[in-house]
């Protein structure tokens, strides 16, 4: 099998995928269509700045992933970093997760009790139709908490309206937190608490961002005999008798061929459905148009150290602004910013070719200054400078064909080309973080040498936020969280923006 398999993508899955292979005396070839390893995992450097794209906390509950970061990167080269994260409404700051004495006392005396007042009658008289984000919300926090912390910010993520979202979002976000349950935590906190997932305190982080552990990533892949081929994109996969035969790729060089013996995919599962040749059925191309994605932008913007604030991020719930979360790249790693000054990333989340995505750098700069003026974060005038990061692809959208046109894409893999392997978030259209993107590309490589894993069963999201960390190979419950199911909306129409730890991207 030596050198017969070839990787596409050198994103967190087709690198864990290489390293593993290598790990078990085989190599490939991993063809990337970028110039930078990572994926959206990646790290951006434009003059010596560094920016984390949607902002990756490295922490997980897989093990086997675990011991792979620290396998790939030494431990001096993790930093251990406190979790800070607040939203930003009407000119204050509440804490995330919400704590009630903080909550209600930004409220203040009158909007408290309505609050609260509001939260029992939706104890007491719960929406009927709690299958949509909007309803499932509403009945756990009550209607005006719902309104302000989680619509409008939920709205920019996605684009659609609240009540048009499925619960499966809610449900997987934040799951088991409800107001009684913040009250809790507020009144008695427990260190380092992890049985919801963003109540952890601190998590690690690479020095010089998520980008490092790929970029040496790569460099061990290659190491170990594996190519890792840049700037090549894969144009088809050629097919016949049941399995792949061959890879198309394309780049400055020309098209040339490869044969293969198997094929690990991290590209998005519409493109590869699409790649085919000879072509997949017109029902099977039909769902690789139907699916969807949301695209991501980052204006970076260069402040004085002093404008910085101690937060990872702050998600911005105010309503007259498209900004949906800022980063300040400084409070993840020093190593990321200057002396003195620090970078704030202003993410917008965005349809590729809408408005915001097709603007000028120049102009969404100034759009970046002004709305951090806006919101009183910090004066226009006192930017020195600013970058744009363009991500097509950063999320797939779950909307209500999705479940369906992947499950006819995935049928016809296995029945036509089942050494095949898609894995990652856009190869499995799923919305993986880095950590379930590299679980899936260890366990197809396990697939590969022998073994029968369903990767598909990794990040249904039964026991992620749990204690009980859950491995495939003794249950069928996997790890993660779900996207949300949201109705797509035209590509070209003009949209609010939205948040990433993922939209939150996460990693």
Not at 163 to 180: V, Y
Not at 274 to 282: K, R, S, V
């Amino acid at each position: 099998m030596s050198n017969d398999v070839i990787v596409i993508g050198a994103g967190p899955a087709g690198l864990t995928a290489a390293y593993m292979l290598g790990q078990r005396g085989e190599t490939c070839v991993v063809f990337e269509a970028d110039d930078v390893v990572g994926g959206i995992s990646r790290t951006v450097e434009r003059d010596g700045w560094r920016f984390d794209i949607g902002g990756h906390r490295f922490f997980t509950k897989v093990k086997e992933v675990e011991e792979l970061w620290h396998e790939i990167l030494p431990d001096g080269d993790f930093l251990l970093r406190p979790r800070m994260s607040r939203i930003f409404y009407n000119g204050k700051f509440f804490d995330y997760p919400l704590k009630a004495g903080n909550a209600l006392g930004n409220l203040g005396i009158i909007e408290a009790l309505r609050c609260v007042m509001s939260y029992v009658w939706a104890r007491l008289h719960p929406p009927k139709d709690q299958s949509n984000f909007e309803g499932w919300v509403a009945a756990r926090f009550g209607w005006r908490l719902y309104r302000i912390f989680f619509k409008t910010y939920t709205e920019k993520v996605w684009g659609v309206p609240a009540d048009e979202i499925q619960a499966d979002w809610a449900a997987q976000r934040i799951k088991n937190l409800s107001l009684f349950k913040a009250v809790m935590n507020a009144v008695l906190p427990k260190r380092n608490q992890k049985e919801i997932a963003s109540l952890i305190e601190e998590f690690q982080y690479p020095k010089f961002g998520p980008g490092m552990m790929w970029e040496v990533a790569r460099e061990k892949v290659e190491a170990q005999g594996s190519k890792v081929v840049m700037e090549t994109r894969t144009t088809a996969v050629r097919h016949a008798g049941g399995r792949a035969t061959s890879v198309v790729v394309e780049s400055e060089g020309g098209r040339t061929e490869h044969p293969c013996s198997h094929v690990i995919s991290s590209m998005p599962l519409s493109e590869l459905i699409l790649a085919m040749d000879p072509p997949a059925p017109a029902e099977v191309q039909a769902a690789a148009r139907g699916l969807g994605y949301r695209d991501f932008l980052t204006i970076a913007l260069v402040v004085p150290e002093s404008a910085g604030f101690p937060d990872n991020w702050i998600y911005v719930h105010s309503p007259e602004v498209r900004l949906g979360r800022i980063q300040n790249f400084g409070s993840w790693s020093p190593y990321l910013v200057k002396q003195d000054r620090t970078c704030l990333g202003l993410e917008y989340f965005v349809f590729e070719g809408d408005d915001l995505w097709a603007s000028a750098d120049d102009d969404l700069i100034e759009l970046g200054k002004r709305e951090l003026e806006a919101i009183g974060l910090v004066k226009a005038a006192d930017v020195e400078a600013g970058y744009v990061v363009r991500m097509p692809k950063a999320y797939p959208v779950y909307d209500e064909t999705y479940r369906a046109n992947v499950d006819t894409m995935r049928a016809w893999i296995d029945e036509h080309v089942p050494n095949v392997f898609p894995v990652g978030r856009n190869g499995m259209h799923r919305y993986n973080n880095q950590d379930h993107s590299m679980y899936t590309a260890m366990l197809s490589v396990e697939n590969i040498l022998g073994a029968d894993h369903d990767i598909w069963n990794v990040n249904v999201e039964e026991e992620y936020h749990e204690e009980k960390t859950v491995d495939l190979r003794d249950s069928e419950k996997g790890t993660g969280r779900a996207a949300p199911i949201t109705p797509r909306r035209a590509p070209a129409e003009v949209v609010l923006p939205a948040e990433a730890e993922e939209p939150s991207p996460r990693s």
